[in-house]
């Protein structure tokens, strides 16, 4: 919540401010807080109030009355409410996770967006509150400080850009990546389609149409899709969820994504991390579906953004485009493991807080959901960007030299050898006399 206010005063450009470290924070009250994915949550707000900015007689804004009453994020009270980070001119350090179901999104948005030449994204693979009190990164911050605030010359400027993390779930997390951007550059789009006739993620789309139905008030309430990894992939990035998507008996949707690693045995995976003890870290969302219509200003190809200015209600029969944005993520999938993307009517994950109830969700009648077809080319599980890992790429030729200390020295040693014998005969006419001559001086 500190983060917010720095945006804000940031923002502002008061002459005495040199710079900013936000860790971890909302950048706007209406997408980040009161109505994520544009379903309203009073239940969070209403603890926040109480447990957090409470006093005896104390009179503070009732934001869950302020829901009630302004429910478009296009209200002058939302907008006031939305810091304008690209006003942001000092350098800034940006503190991230993939982990915070409440801040995440804001963390990265700001980042994106933010209007500093001077600019440094760190992302950890804990929670916000161990990597702040941590004593390298305390030290870390310090040296930030005191270069810009104290003239010290100790090298910070020589600080990577960006720094992220790739998380595992198997004790194996990867911390302190390099790279100039995020994701990195050297990442490649992958997409993926959903099938729904095997019920799983494929890299071609079927031919035929299928839809598929699940109904919020009866269990499971949900469909999923799933692929099983030959090899080690890496994925990082904005995942991007397209959906076409109808409703019978209703009129509305509420829509709850989220993506998971299943290990070999069957096990789903996630990290206790606090708020909501493993939501963010399976990748979640939620998207309602009257609140479709994405911001032609703020949305682009890689990652969209709804505006939250009108409600599109469903008529019958009507088939709606949803483009859902998942929390940003860094993963690798080893071979053998399950990546399953879930869609479903229910909040399954829980409120960001603990203890706390979710969102409220109106959810009854159908939902179908329709692959295939002429779906073909827009549906599916895209926007999933896929780390290119050298060091897999050339596995089998690093391995080759560490155990036998053997490298392609000798092979480019013949190579010189070869050209050699050509140019002295001047040339090659006949290339299998040539080869059976070769053979017999050199096999």
Wanted: aromatic share 12%.
């Amino acid at each position: 919540m500190l983060a917010f206010s720095q945006w804000f005063i940031a923002a502002g450009q008061p002459p005495h401010l040199t710079c900013i470290s936000p860790t971890e924070g909302l950048q706007d009250a209406y997408r980040d807080l009161a109505y994520i994915g544009g379903i309203p949550d009073p239940n969070f707000l209403h603890r926040l109030q109480i447990n957090h900015v409470s006093a005896t007689e104390a009179k503070r804004e009732d934001m869950t009355v302020e829901m009630e009453a302004y429910p478009l994020a296009d209200a002058e009270l939302w907008k006031d409410k939305v810091a304008d980070v690209s006003k942001i001119t000092v350098p800034t350090y940006v503190v991230a996770s993939y982990s915070n179901t409440l801040h995440t999104m804001g963390t990265f948005r700001s980042w994106r967006s933010i209007g500093s030449k001077e600019k440094w994204l760190r992302i950890h693979d804990t929670q916000e509150c161990p990597d702040y009190y941590n004593a390298e990164f305390t030290e870390e911050l310090r040296k930030f400080f005191d270069y810009y605030l104290l003239g010290k010359q100790n090298g910070w400027e020589k600080t990577p850009t960006v720094r992220y993390s790739i998380l595992d779930f198997q004790a194996n997390n990867k911390t302190g990546l390099i790279a100039e951007t995020f994701p990195p550059r050297e990442s490649q789009l992958q997409r993926y389609y959903f099938s729904g006739r095997t019920r799983t993620l494929q890299l071609n789309a079927d031919d035929n149409e299928l839809p598929l139905c699940y109904f919020p008030e009866a269990l499971p309430c949900r469909v999923s899709f799933h692929t099983v990894f030959e090899k080690e992939t890496t994925f990082i990035g904005y995942p991007k969820v397209k959906l076409f998507m109808e409703a019978e008996n209703t009129d509305d949707m509420d829509v709850f994504v989220w993506v998971q690693k299943i290990d070999k045995l069957g096990n789903v995976l996630s990290e206790f991390v606090v708020p909501n003890r493993n939501a963010a870290l399976q990748d979640f969302t939620q998207d309602g579906a009257s609140a479709r219509h994405l911001d032609p200003i703020l949305s682009t190809d890689e990652i969209s953004a709804y505006s939250f200015d009108r409600a599109e209600k469903l008529s019958g029969k009507e088939i709606v485009e949803l483009n859902i944005v998942l929390s940003p993520i860094g993963m690798t999938y080893n071979e053998g493991d399950t990546l399953r993307v879930m869609i479903s009517s229910k909040d399954e994950i829980g409120s960001v807080m603990p203890g706390t109830p979710g969102c409220i969700t109106n959810n009854k009648g159908v939902h179908i959901l329709h692959t295939g077809g002429k779906y073909v080319e827009e549906s599916g599980f895209k926007n999933f960007n896929i780390l290119l890992n050298t060091i897999t790429v050339n596995y089998q030729s690093t391995l080759n030299y560490f155990d036998n200390r053997s490298t392609n020295t000798s092979a480019e040693s013949f190579n010189a050898k070869v050209k050699a014998f050509r140019s002295q005969i001047r040339g090659v006419r006949k290339v299998d006399f040539f080869l059976f001559r070769l053979s017999n001086l050199f096999g």
